[in-house]
C-alpha cells in the first residue's frame, strides 16, 4: 500500500477511510446498541453493593465507581489567550484519573468485564440470581468458587491494574502481562494485591499476544482482550449515562 511507504518514510501524508458511512446508513446493522449499554448500566448497579462492601472508598457513592466533573477557568483563560478568542460558557474536566479503584479511564471498562464475568459463572452454577444483593459475593464462599478460576490480560499498566485489583479481589488467580513500557511502580502495585506479573522485553502486542495464547489453552482461563472485547468497551460506555446526569 503506497501510503504506508509514505508513512514510513516519514512523508506527510492525508488519508480518507474508504469504508467510512454516516450513521444514519449503519445504524440498524451496528453490533452495539444503547441497550447493551444500558444492560452494562444495570450490571454496574446490580454489582454496587459488592462494589461498596469490598472497597470502603466507594462508600460516599454507594459503591458506584465515578469520576468527578471540576470547573477549570484557568484552562480556559489559557486557551482564549492562545487562541485570540473568547469562550462562552464554562470548560469542565471529567476526572477519571480520580475514579475509585484503580484511578484511570481503564478502570471503567476493565472492571466492568471482570464483574460481568464472576457474575457469569456464579449464575451458571446457581450461586447467584439478579434478584439477590450481590453484597454476598463479599465472602469466602464466593472467593473459594472463584480461586478455580484464571483472569488473564495483556497491558502496560492502567488496565492490568484495573483488572488485576478487582479480579484478585473477587478471589480469581489473575496473570497481568505487561510490556517493556510498563512503569514498575504499576508492576510492584499489582503484586502486592496477589497478581501474578508476567514481564516481556518486547512491546505491547507481544504482551497482548502471548497473554492471550496462553489463556486459550487453560480451559479455566478468560482473557480480557483489549484490542477486541464488546465487554470492555460496554464499560466504558456507561460514562455517556453518568456524564448527562453530572451535567
Known amino acids: 500500500m503506497s501510503i504506508l511507504n509514505d508513512i514510513k518514510a516519514l512523508k506527510e501524508v492525508f488519508w480518507i477511510n474508504p469504508k467510512y458511512e454516516s450513521f444514519d446508513n449503519v445504524k440498524d446493522s451496528l453490533e452495539v446498541s444503547k441497550g447493551d449499554v444500558l444492560d452494562a448500566e444495570k450490571r454496574l448497579n446490580r454489582f454496587a453493593p459488592y462494589i461498596k462492601s469490598a472497597f470502603p472508598e466507594t462508600a460516599s457513592s454507594g459503591g458506584i465507581i465515578e469520576s468527578p466533573i471540576a470547573k477549570i477557568p484557568n484552562m480556559k483563560k489559557r486557551m482564549e489567550s492562545d487562541l485570540d478568542k473568547k469562550i462562552s460558557g464554562e470548560l469542565l474536566v471529567k476526572l477519571d484519573s480520580n475514579l475509585p479503584i484503580a484511578g484511570s479511564i481503564k478502570a471503567r471498562g476493565g472492571i466492568y468485564e471482570v464483574l460481568k464475568h464472576a457474575e457469569t459463572l456464579a449464575i451458571k452454577k446457581d450461586m447467584l440470581s439478579v434478584e439477590d444483593d450481590y453484597s454476598i459475593i463479599n465472602s469466602d464462599r464466593f472467593r473459594d ?7 488473564q490480560v495483556g497491558s502496560t499498566g492502567n488496565l492490568g491494574i484495573s483488572i488485576g485489583i478487582m479480579s484478585a479481589k473477587l478471589g480469581f488467580k489473575v496473570k497481568v502481562h505487561m510490556s517493556r513500557d510498563a512503569k514498575q511502580w504499576k508492576k510492584d502495585l499489582l503484586r502486592s494485591k ?11 502486542s507481544k504482551a497482548v499476544e502471548e497473554g492471550r495464547k496462553l489463556s486459550h489453552m487453560n480451559p479455566k482461563s478468560y482473557f480480557i482482550d483489549d484490542e477486541n472485547s464488546k465487554d470492555l468497551f460496554m464499560g466504558y460506555a456507561v460514562a455517556a449515562f453518568r456524564l448527562k446526569v453530572q451535567l
Open 145 to 151: 468458587f472463584y480461586s478455580n478460576y484464571t483472569i
Open 194 to 204: 496477589g497478581v501474578e506479573v508476567i514481564e516481556y522485553a518486547s512491546d505491547y
